[in-house]
């Protein structure tokens, strides 16, 4: 299975970069051909420049500037998303790849005020995620990265697609083991992916 790996981490020595690393180790272990798509890495633009919202509607001269990125996300048959949750958010860099990627057109279609997906040919969602915060606090505020992972990008892909959302929570307070133990399960569970 052709697996498209989203990561934004943009500091190579820390845990969200060994998170990275463990998550194409596993992926390739078990047998899938892996996209690498490390956005800082990339010097990805996740700016929405004006023009691009003038044209966003016109399919499909709303792809022309990040067409690369749009034929990997079309190509892809899963996705796994790798990064740290920043004030309960994803960082500007992946929201940016949201907003300027998936387009009308590429993710989906508009007609008649109804949203019709274009990504059912992703079989598979994966989530492996950083946060500062305990799950109190991420489950107080809405904890709204991962409603996007298993609400609205599941209901994207192909309906009844497995889901596997990983997060080590607490990361103000983890320790080498609390993070070793979380590399293990990473592993284990993207090797099953």
């Not at 016109?58 to 990125?69: L, M």
């Not at 996300?73 to 990064?83: G, P």
């Not at 599941?154 to 309906?159: F, L």
Request: aromatic share 10%; glycine share 6%.
């Amino acid at each position: 299975m052709r697996v498209l790996v989203l990561h934004s981490h943009p500091v190579e020595e820390s845990f969200g970069a060994a998170l990275h690393r463990q998550t194409i180790e596993s992926l390739k272990a078990a047998g899938h051909e892996v996209d690498d798509c490390n956005l800082y890495a990339e010097g990805f633009d996740p700016v929405l420049s004006r023009h691009d919202r003038m044209i966003y509607h016109d399919y499909p001269e709303n792809t022309e500037a990040v067409k690369t990125y749009v034929e990997r996300l079309q190509r892809a048959e899963a996705l796994v998303i790798v990064t740290p949750v920043w004030n309960f958010g994803f960082p500007a860099i992946l929201k940016g790849y949201f907003d300027r990627v998936w387009l009308p057109g590429v993710t989906f279609e508009l007609v008649n005020g109804k949203v019709t997906s274009k990504l059912r040919h992703i079989r598979k969602l994966g989530a492996v995620m950083t946060y500062g915060a305990d799950p109190f606090r991420a489950f107080i505020v809405g904890n709204p990265p991962k409603k996007i992972i298993k609400r609205m990008l599941r209901a994207m892909i192909k309906p009844f697609a497995p889901v596997v959302f990983l997060a080590h929570y607490d990361m103000n307070r983890s320790t080498d083991e609390t993070r070793k133990r979380f590399l293990e399960r990473v592993k284990r569970e993207m090797e099953r992916f």
